[in-house]
């Protein structure tokens, strides 16, 4: 019975998240992961653990912590592609794009068609070559050459 109600309360927490609601989902996380731990079971499902960690990170702004619970997910069920799209994602959150893209590559291993990866490495967008391909990507004179180059979205618009 309780089990039934930790999946209950996951189900309700990822319609909400998918509804925006993503204090309410946080909480349907959190509760299904404590129903779990109640019931006596050793570890909280990963995906469990995964959807809380992307909450954390998105909604509760603690990235850090939602990062330890996205990467325990992963480590623990790394078949599963929803969880690369949620460690990518809290990855990009915290401004670690090259983690990111290899997150939601190996999501996208597991499952080429995945719509969520693929939405996610969309919006990530690609990489430019860089101005002086002879020099790395991170050479102060690629870096200014490249910023002179392309002008910023606020100089666009």
Do not use: W
């Not at 619970?69 to 992963?74: H, L, N, S, T």
């Not at 590559?105 to 919006?123: F, I, K, M, S, V």
């Amino acid at each position: 019975m309780l089990m039934q109600t930790a999946e209950s309360s996951f189900s309700r927490g990822m319609a909400a998240l998918e509804a925006g609601r993503g204090i309410e989902a946080l909480a349907l996380f959190e509760t299904a992961i404590e129903i779990e731990k109640r019931a006596g079971a050793s570890r909280p499902q990963p995906r469990y653990l995964s959807f809380y960690g992307v909450s954390l990170a998105l909604v509760a702004n603690r990235p850090k912590m939602g990062l330890a619970f996205c990467r325990e997910a992963a480590t623990e069920e790394f078949y599963n592609p929803d969880v690369f799209l949620n460690l990518g994602r809290v990855l990009l959150e915290m401004n670690r794009r090259k983690d990111a893209y290899q997150a939601i590559a190996q999501g996208l291993r597991l499952q080429p068609g995945h719509a969520g990866l693929r939405r996610e490495l969309e919006r990530m967008g690609r990489r430019r070559r860089p101005t002086l391909p002879f020099l790395p990507r991170g050479n102060p004179l690629n870096v200014l050459l490249g910023k002179l180059a392309r002008p910023s979205a606020a100089q666009q618009a």
